[in-house]
C-alpha cells in the first residue's frame, strides 16, 4: 500500500498461507512471491509454481536461522530457460532461490525433525524470546528482500540476486548480478 500511495503503482498483495490450488501469475503483470516462510513443504510448492511459471515469477525467499540468512530473488530453474535469456539482459532470468540452495525445498528427515522439535511452532518472536532466534536476524533479512524489491520494482536494476549473512560473524556473501556468479550457480547446482 506505501508503494501504491508513494509511486503511484498498482501493486496487489496477499498475505496469508498458500496451498495446493494457489496461483501466483497474473497474465501481462510482473509476478512476485515473497515467501517468509519456515518450512520446506511451502518452499517446494512456491518452487513448483515457479518452475511451471517458466520465468514469468519471480520468488525472493527470506530465511534465516538463530543468527544467520539468506534472500534470493529469481525465477529460473532451468539452463536452457537462462541461457535462452541471456541476450535479454541478465535481470529478466535468475536462478531461483531453490536452484541456488537445493536444500530450501529438501529436507532429510533428521533436519525436518531437529527444525520441528526446535521451533514447536513457535513465531520468531517467541523464537527470539527463548533464546533460539537473535533479536535483529529477521529484521535483516526483511531489509535484504525489501531492498531487492525496491531495486526491482523502482530502479527495475538489480546489481545482485542474493545475499546471504552471517551477524555472529559479521560476514555477508553477495551474489553478483554477472554472468560468470550466475554460470557458477547453475554449475554448482
Known sequence: KRLNAVYGL???????????????????????????????AARKLIAQHVD???GNLFWIDAGNEYSNGQVLI?????????????????????????????????????????????????????????????????????????????DLLLLRELKYFGVAFDLEWGGVKTYRLDRATIEEVFTVA
Open 10 to 40: 498498482k501493486i496487489g498483495a496477499a498475505c496469508r498461507a498458500i496451498d495446493k490450488r494457489d496461483t501466483f501469475v497474473v497474465p501481462g503483470a510482473l509476478n512476485i512471491v515473497i515467501g517468509a516462510v519456515d518450512n520446506f
Open 52 to 54: 511451471a511459471a517458466k
Open 74 to 150: 529469481g525465477n529460473c530453474s532451468s539452463r536452457d530457460v537462462f541461457k535462452k535469456g541471456l541476450g535479454l539482459g541478465l535481470s529478466h532470468h535468475l536462478p531461483a532461490p531453490h536452484v541456488i540452495y537445493p536444500d530450501l525445498i529438501q529436507a532429510t528427515k533428521r533436519k525436518a525433525k531437529m527444525i520441528k522439535k526446535k521451533k514447536q511452532e513457535l513465531s520468531c518472536a517467541e523464537l527470539a524470546a527463548e533464546g533460539l532466534q537473535g533479536l535483529f536476524v529477521n529484521r535483516m533479512a526483511a531489509a535484504w528482500a525489501l531492498t531487492m524489491l525496491s
